[in-house]
């Protein structure tokens, strides 16, 4: 059983940066590719960004290109999300995944952390 435990989350201006971090509480296949979602109120959980193990293989979409960088330490078990330049839509909950292959599906994840909240104010 893997455990994700996510932090970093909070309120920010609009223009603002923040740093979600994701700990993985053991290195299993199982977290070869660790990525994060989010998901707005009222909206379903949508894709943001992955990595593989290696470090490569980063996947983002495309509303978040150019202004958040996915990166990990795999001897820490832990991936990060910087997230620069945030806009008041990038308010959302925000939650940590791992699975076995790179993919932008929530169907390919099967490990969740239990979220933390990103609210950019305007």
């Known amino acids: 059983q893997v455990q994700l435990v996510e932090s970093g989350g909070g309120l920010v201006q609009a223009g603002g940066s923040l740093r979600l971090s994701c700990a993985a509480s053991?290195?299993?296949?199982?977290?070869?590719?660790m990525g994060w979602f989010r998901q707005a109120p009222g909206q379903e959980r949508e894709f943001v960004a992955a990595i593989s193990r290696s470090g490569g293989g980063e996947n983002y979409a495309d509303s978040v290109k150019g202004r958040f960088t996915i990166s990990r330490e795999v001897v820490k078990n832990t991936v990060y999300l910087q997230m620069n330049s945030l806009k008041p839509e990038d308010t959302a909950v925000y939650y940590c995944a791992a699975g076995l292959r790179p993919s932008a599906t929530m169907s390919s994840y099967d490990y969740w952390g239990q979220g933390t909240q990103v609210t950019v104010s305007s």
């Open positions: 053991v290195r299993t296949p199982w977290t070869n590719t």
